[in-house]
């Protein structure tokens, strides 16, 4: 099956009862049993419930992988993956990441005894300098939130495995539409659904697909132990979602190429960060493992001023001013005080997020709409 056709059917059956093409929003916590343990695979929604499986079927499939797993937020599926780990492991991460993935684990989980290396990743040899042997996972945004550095996964999966190391790529900015990373040897893929997957700012919800069962089932089991699921409904809508991501993600990578190249020629903007750039510093890898630059770009105006940039996002009118990204509509944030306020401020300047940057997820919006708001803005 091609993958336009797996978002609407990968992983998915008609309800058995009444055959609902759609899955049916199961909205129970608990299931009958005719006997102790006679139940038809449904005992208790922490631990399966039938439109969070369709969910985590569908997700295996666009994914490429063999199992999938969601949760209440993409947060609540990092930790699921920190929990395979126990005091005095390593993991290597990108120096560029989320600042919500950032606070997790240096505010929760250094505090268990995990140690974190947050390295420039740009260039794969740069890692096996910090392996040592209590590493035991590499962890990789990419495009990283939100400089927009690329990492390339294959080679980091050849380092992964020859150390014997697990691979974990957040796979948000791309999705699977652009990226697969379980193609190019991860191991574990990782989403928040919050964004292009939901497609529709309505739902918080996470995601981790894999291939190998070992993994799945000590992930399976942090699922139901921990109990960070997501409920029907965010399930139900998420799966809708998920049914459109073809044709939004061409969209939005359509509007993105438009808006970068819009941004890189205007006399008020000094620099713009999206991987579809010739110069952008890893564009060759780009080219290999995404199959199109997205609509995700972040910028810097003239003067790398923090006022003129405020005052540029205030000033928007189609973008709204808000954090999350990855909906049908165009959404602008400012990194330093929003997205990446708990990344300490010599941290974050390090690799470029500086109180003068802005970053734009592109929608889906008529593109002369996008263009005419950003010139308003500028000018
Ligand atoms: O918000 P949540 O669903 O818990 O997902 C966290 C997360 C993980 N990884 C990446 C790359 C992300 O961008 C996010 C969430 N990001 C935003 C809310 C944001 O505006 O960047």
Redesign the pocket.
Known sequence: MKFNTKTIHGGQKPDEAYGAVMPPIYQTSTYAQSTPGGHKGFEYSRSQNPTRTALENGLASIENGNYGLAFG????A?DAVLKLLKFGDEVITTNDL?G??YRLFTKIFENYGVKFHFIGMENASNIEAYINENTKLIWV?TPT?PMMNIIDIEATAIIAQKHLLMLAV?N??ATPYLQRPLDLGADIVMH?A??YIGGHSDI???ALVVKDKEIADKLYFIQKASGAICGPMDSFLALRGMKTLHVRMQRHCENGKAVAEYLAKHPKVEKVYWPGFEDHPNHDITKQQMDDFGGMISFVAKGNNYEEAIKIVENLKVFTLA???GGVESLA?HPASM?HGSIPKAEREKVGVVDSLIRLSVGIEDIDDLLEDLAQALG
Do not use: H, P, R, W
């Not at 937020?73 to 609540?76: D, P, Q, Y």
């Open positions: 937020s993409g947060l609540a990092i989320y919500g993935t945004e939130n957040d948000t900015f928040s919050t964004k918080v919800l996470g954090e999350s990204l944030g997205t």
